[in-house]
């Protein structure tokens, strides 16, 4: 273990893990609350469109993937306010339509673009410090917005009618929210792949609140548990070969089978008992 911390790559890639793991699964307890699981789903498949107009533009995909997913995310609150349309059909129609968009984009490409494969499956192993960097530098952004305003975030996801009457200005703090889950997603892509970036977001806090008991103590237990997660599946997937983002994800469902077997013991005690 000591002796990979000595290569570059596995360095960048715990920094990276350990950075995206924690707000992922920050986010993931808002994602829960207002029960979005579908939208960090569509947000992450729509934004193969930034993903293709930066390999086209021979630009960091990155950056045109952050772009397109913030834009796309403020689409989705705005229609949401203006119509009658559920979320569920807005973020439907933004996801196909991205989608649409990214493959018409990638067709005018040419050859093989190995940067495409590292989005769709995740390739946290090949993340240079520029990357990284700017990872960190929207992570303590988006993270330090959470952590600042999370209680007025909850109380408009829980109950918009008093957070109405108290002053909350929701259709802000909507949009915000909505902009710092989709740029979220687009980070942690590089760490798990369109295709599973979705699994930060509901695992850690889904095996959190199997034992937490107040809503910070849910907070700080989440983003343990993720960072766990990062870490073991990194290590195993180097040391069996395997894919590092497939890996994280089953060592994060193995961990919330232990807990929640854990966790039940106890109520099963008190049952005998009585």
Same mark, same amino acid.
């Given at each position: 273990m000591l002796e990979l911390l000595t290569y570059p790559f596995m360095q960048r890639a715990l920094v990276a893990g350990l950075?995206?793991?924690?707000?992922?699964?920050?986010?993931?307890?808002? @994602?829960?609350?207002?029960?979005?699981?579908?939208?960090?789903?569509?947000?992450?498949?729509?934004?193969?469109?930034? @993903?293709?107009?930066? @390999?086209?533009?021979?630009s960091n995909p990155l950056f045109t993937a952050i772009g397109f997913s913030a834009v796309f995310a403020a689409i989705i609150a705005q229609v949401e306010k203006r119509t009658k349309l559920s979320s569920d059909a807005i973020i439907g129609l933004i996801f196909t339509s991205g989608m649409a968009l990214g493959i018409i984009l990638l067709s005018f490409g040419s050859g093989y673009r190995p940067e495409l494969?590292?989005?769709?499956?995740?390739?946290?192993?090949?993340?240079?410090?520029?990357?990284?960097?700017?990872?960190?530098?929207?992570s303590a952004l988006i993270a330090g917005f959470i952590l600042a305003r999370h209680k007025l975030i909850a109380l408009f996801i829980l109950n918009p009618e008093t957070a109405y009457v108290n002053g909350v200005r929701i259709d802000l703090y909507r949009t915000l929210l909505y902009i710092s889950i989709a740029v979220t997603v687009v980070l942690g892509m590089k760490l798990l792949g369109i295709i599973l970036v979705s699994a930060l977001l509901?695992?850690?806090?889904?095996?959190?609140?199997?034992?937490?008991?107040?809503?910070?103590?849910?907070?700080?237990?989440? @983003?343990?548990?993720?960072?766990?997660?990062?870490?073991?599946?990194?290590v195993l997937s180097v040391f069996l070969n395997l894919p590092a983002g497939a890996t994280i994800v089953l060592c994060g469902m193995a961990v919330f089978a232990i807990v929640a077997i854990i966790?039940?013991?106890?109520?099963?005690q008190l049952a005998v008992s009585e």
């Open positions: 950075l995206l793991g924690s707000l992922l699964s920050l986010i993931g307890i808002f @994602v829960i609350l207002r029960r979005m699981a579908f939208f960090s789903d569509g947000i992450a498949h729509a934004s193969l469109s930034g @993903v293709a107009a930066g @390999v086209l533009l021979g494969t590292s989005y769709l499956f995740g390739n946290i192993l090949s993340l240079q410090w520029t990357d990284v960097i700017l990872m960190a530098g929207l509901i695992i850690p806090v889904s095996t959190a609140k199997l034992t937490a008991r107040s809503f910070h103590g849910l907070m700080w237990s989440t @983003v343990i548990i993720a960072d766990l997660d990062v870490v073991l599946g990194l966790s039940k013991i106890p109520k099963q």
